[in-house]
Structures are given as C-alpha cells and as structure tokens.
C-alpha cells in the first residue's frame, strides 16, 4: 500500500475507528475468557466500507442497527491480523496512536496455547483493556 493511502486510512480510523480489547466469557469455561483485539470503523458510506476492506485484504462489513434512518455500516478485523493492520498505519495515526500502541503490544503476548493464563498475565491483560476503554474519546 501507499503512504498516501495509508494516511487515509489513519484519518478514517482517527475519525471514524474504534480500537478495543474484549474478554469473551465463555458459559463452559467461564474462569478463561477469550481475549479479542478489535479494530472497527463504522459510517454510513457503504463505499467507504468496502473500500477498507479491499484496500486492507479482508475483514467484515456489516450493517448496523441504528436509530438514523440512513443505513450505518461496519468494517472490522480482530486478531492478529487487526495488529498488523495498526502497525501499517501506526505511523500516521494521531488521536488514536497511544490506542493502537497498547493493542498491537497486547495481541503480541497473545499466543495460541490451551494452558491456563497466570493471574499475572490476567492482570495485565484486564489492565489494558480497562486502559483502552478510558481512552475512548
């Protein structure tokens, strides 16, 4: 991708983006949630939509409920490939640069093991969560 086009793409998610980070309670594990990196941009541009999600290779559009009677759309990737996708534009982004700094050192200690986390790795990653939520403008 371009710079040019990256930069755009910072805007959007400086604008338009949300960057978060979930524990999915499960019902039959409930003591070890599934930790998600999230990265979302919603608006009402369907085009805009679809523009992210080819320029970036791949991620999900949806349409969203919304008390707007225009229709309101969004894209989003989760993951890995949601901090791959931070770190392509970490460089242009302003507002949410300290957002997309903590979710790409989170998804970094995120590995696919089945063995239980520490309550230490616990602490960190609910901290970080909680940190993300505050900075939400």
């Known amino acids: 991708m371009k710079r040019t086009e990256l930069a755009y793409i910072a805007g959007i998610v400086d604008g338009e983006g949300y960057i978060g980070i979930s524990a999915d309670h499960r019902k039959r594990n409930p003591d070890r949630p599934c930790w998600r990196l999230r990265v979302a941009v919603t608006n009402t541009n369907e085009w805009l939509m679809q523009y992210l999600k080819f320029s970036v290779g791949g991620g999900t559009i949806v349409l969203k409920n919304s ?7 969004q894209w989003e990737i989760r993951h890995g490939k949601a901090a791959e996708f931070l770190k ?3 460089p ?4 949410k ?8 050192k989170f998804q970094a200690s995120v590995t696919k093991s089945t063995r239980k986390l520490t309550e230490g790795q616990l602490a960190v990653r609910e901290a970080e969560m909680l940190l993300l939520k505050s900075m939400k403008r």
Do not use: D, F, T, V
């Open 67 to 73: 008390k707007n009677p225009k229709p309101c759309y």
């Open 88 to 90: 392509l534009i970490l």
């Open 92 to 95: 242009y982004l302003q507002l």
């Open 97 to 104: 640069r300290p957002q997309a700094e903590i979710a790409i």
